[in-house]
């Protein structure tokens, strides 16, 4: 099995302080989801009440009560989250998490003046961004106030790794061609050796030996 090359130290980024583009994309993340579910939550309101009252309602006839109600829902939805998660939606969808200076987690105190710090950005827009361009640790008007800092909360190479798994997992498994098979040859299986039967050795014949001779009496 092939190994994944590990792409370059420089994709790492968890901790580091995020950048001002970064923010920017998610902030407008946030802001076209804050938008809306307000105007699906206000057309929802006006053909309620058109169901209950049959009287047509028109955003435009009560807009300083909108207003208000955008401006309401707009504080929920950054202090809500920043309280509970230490992110928005965007910032969750860019890998951005909100912290304070020490690193540590904050409370709902916090993430509200992070809100009212970020709505003061919104009116002046052009000192908050020269302050964010003069701090060392990127932070914004909102961040000043509140004594937080925007961080990257995830490693861009593990995520890049678990993708590349994932991939390999869903990729169909490619068919591995038979090879085939050598004929092994087969070892001689060597001869046992027969006994050879004796052969009877014949025998030899004895050579007679001469009788003595006997001598003769006198007589």
């Not at 169901?51 to 939805?77: C, E, M």
């Not at 809500?80 to 992110?87: D, E, F, T």
């Not at 003061?120 to 060392?136: K, T, Y």
């Not at 070892?187 to 001469?210: G, V």
Request: aromatic content about 8%.
């Amino acid at each position: 099995m092939s190994r994944i090359p590990a792409p370059p130290t420089a994709e790492k980024r968890l901790g580091h302080y995020a950048g001002f583009a970064t923010r920017v994309v998610a902030l407008a993340i946030d802001a076209g989801i804050l938008w809306g579910v307000f105007t699906l939550a206000v057309a929802g309101l006006q053909l309620f009440i058109e169901l209950i009252t049959g009287a047509k309602v028109q955003a435009t006839h009560n807009r300083p009560v909108w207003d208000v109600a955008l401006v309401v829902w707009s504080f929920l939805y950054f202090a809500v989250q920043w309280s509970m998660s230490a992110r928005t939606a965007g910032m969750a969808f860019m890998g951005l998490r909100v912290v304070r200076r020490d690193g540590d987690r904050f409370g709902v105190k916090t993430a509200c003046l992070r809100t009212l710090g970020l709505a003061l950005c919104a009116i002046i827009p052009i000192p908050a961004v020269i302050v964010f361009f003069c701090s060392r640790e990127r932070r914004c008007l909102d961040d000043m106030i509140a004594g937080t800092a925007v961080v990257y909360s995830w490693d861009a190479r593990a995520a890049r790794l678990r993708w590349l798994a994932h991939r390999d997992q869903l990729a169909p498994a490619q068919p591995t061609p038979a090879q085939p098979t050598r004929a092994q040859p087969t070892p001689a299986q060597p001869t046992p050796a027969q006994p050879t039967p004796a052969q009877p050795t014949p025998a030899q014949p004895t050579p007679a030996q001469p009788a003595p001779a006997q001598p003769t009496p006198r007589t």
